[in-house]
């Protein structure tokens, strides 16, 4: 399992962090990461981590959101500054290990003045 927490509202120009862990099995090989689903739209990839240290960021937080994370306890984290309105969605966390593709509950992050 995966809990996720963080969202929230906040104002345009802010910040917010996400946080998510896994329960249960703990996997050494994996990559870890979130995603959002605003309204009307599809699900999309907004940052990944591997257990490697390599990450990956959509074009449109790459500046603005940076990932991280602690390998040994399948959790990650995800700083996201200068929010935008675009930003708004309900933001998922993933973890992909071997056969597994884990999901967890998901976050509403909500910027609006």
């Known amino acids: 399992q995966l809990q996720a927490y963080g969202g929230g509202l906040v104002q345009p120009g802010g910040s917010l962090r996400l946080s998510c862990a896994a329960s249960?099995?703990?996997?050494?090989?994996?990559?870890m990461g979130w995603y959002r689903q605003a309204p009307g739209k599809q699900r999309e990839l907004v940052a990944t981590k591997a257990n490697s240290g390599s990450t990956n960021y959509a074009d449109s937080v790459k500046g603005r959101f940076t990932i991280s994370g602690d390998n040994a306890k399948n959790a990650v984290s995800l700083q996201m500054n200068s929010l935008k309105p675009d930003d708004t969605a309900v933001y998922y966390c993933?973890?992909?290990?071997?056969?597994?593709?884990?999901w967890g509950q998901g976050t509403l992050v909500t910027v609006s003045s």
């Open positions: 993933n973890l992909r290990a071997g056969s597994y593709d884990i």
């Open positions: 249960g099995n703990i996997f050494s090989i994996f990559v």
